[in-house]
């Protein structure tokens, strides 16, 4: 079994696009979102694309999917003033979500485990300190953890776990430009998918997201901005 760890989405459509055909030219199985998957530029269209992809993609809740439904929910119940205090990406997909995408979010578990052949048995968490407390399931034995890091990628090892780290795919934290995810199966593949970077930059500039260029810059062209 092959598993494409696609964490902090965080709705760049276009590398979500690149990464997916990706993973679907590695022979993944199966695709896991790590969590913050809708809190960005096009969130509608990310959401359509993952939900359609069915039982080959599954997914578990970040902090900036449960704050989209939450702030969502306010937004329908006419409680504009409380949605002030939500981070302007949040606010913004909130606005553009349908109610079955919002439901969608709200419905994910906070952890999925798989048992693999080779890695034994896997553990996936959006991060391992998700408001200052531990996941609620923490394996005891050696178990393999996939978990996000402040969207870095690499991995390390602690209190006897193996701890994955894939990167993020929409808001990367890295030296290049790219989509940063991870391949597990006979062992753990650390991966950075290019795509066309200008032809995505102006795409999230066209959505109309407050300060879209500012975020263009820097998670889709940063290195390439800078050269």
């Keep these: 079994m092959r598993i494409a760890a696609l964490y902090d989405i965080h709705a760049n459509l276009p590398a979500l696009e690149a990464t997916l055909q990706a993973a679907r030219k590695s022979g993944a199985d ?6 913050d998957i809708a809190a960005g530029p096009l969130p509608a269209d990310a959401l359509d694309i993952l939900i359609a992809l069915g039982d080959w993609v599954v997914a578990i809740q970040g902090p ?21 205090a939500f981070d302007p990406l949040v606010r913004w997909a909130a606005g553009r979500i ?15 485990r798989f048992l693999m052949q080779d890695l034994g048995e896997v553990y ?7 408001g200052g407390e531990p996941p609620a399931r923490l394996p005891r034995g050696d178990e393999v953890i996939v978990a996000g ?5 690499g991995e390390e090892y602690r209190d006897s776990h ?9 808001m990367p934290d ?19 998918t290019e795509y066309d970077y200008g032809h ?28």
């Excluded at 199966?30 to 969590?35: E, F, I, R, T």
């Excluded at 890295?174 to 950075?192: I, K, M, N, Q, S």
């Excluded at 995505?200 to 050269?227: Q, T």
Aim: charge should be positive; hydrophobic fraction near 40%.
């Design 98 to 112: 349908s109610r079955h995408q919002r439901d969608y979010l709200h419905a994910l578990p906070a952890d999925i």
């Design 149 to 153: 890091s402040g969207h870095s990628q």
């Design 124 to 130: 996936f968490y959006h991060s391992l300190s998700d």
């Design 200 to 227: 995505a930059a102006r795409r999230i500039v066209r959505c109309g997201m407050p300060d879209a260029k500012a975020w263009a810059d820097r998670y889709v062209l940063g290195a390439a901005a800078r050269s």
């Design 30 to 35: 199966k695709v896991v979102l790590g969590g």
């Design 174 to 192: 890295g030296d290049l430009p790219g989509a940063y995810w991870a391949l597990l199966g006979e062992h753990v593949e650390f991966l950075r």
């Design 64 to 84: 900036a999917d449960r704050a989209v439904v939450d702030c969502y929910d306010r937004l329908m119940a006419g409680r504009l003033d409380e949605t002030k």
């Design 162 to 170: 193996r701890l994955v780290h894939p990167g993020s795919v929409g």
